[in-house]
């Protein structure tokens, strides 16, 4: 891997500051700047696509059974990790 410094003009930095403040979630700017660099090169031709989905969860058909996975998943990934 490749370690680079970059310098921003202030109009960019001001952008980027922006949109990492507009999302639930911001990303460090290592992998925001990362994944706008390969969507740039994709674009261009100078790598390949990538399939779309870094990671994807497909949910069981029954499901779990359990209404409050959403909200208790620490608990039952420690349940889990407690049988196992």
């Known amino acids: ?5 970059i310098t921003l003009p202030d ?4 952008a ?11 990303l460090p700017l290592t992998a925001l ?3 706008a660099l390969r969507e740039y ?6 790598l390949p696509p990538s399939s779309g989905r870094s990671f994807g969860i497909t949910p069981n058909r029954r ?7 959403s ?3 620490d608990r039952y990934l420690a349940e889990a990790a407690d049988e196992g």
Do not use: I
């Open 16 to 26: 980027l500051e922006a949109y990492r403040r507009s999302q639930d979630l911001p």
């Open 33 to 35: 700047t990362q994944a």
């Open 41 to 46: 090169l994709e674009k261009r031709g100078f």
């Open 71 to 73: 909200s208790e998943h």
């Open 63 to 69: 499901g779990s059974g359990s209404k409050d996975v």
């Open 11 to 14: 109009e960019l930095e001001e």
């Open 1 to 5: 891997m490749k370690r680079a410094t």
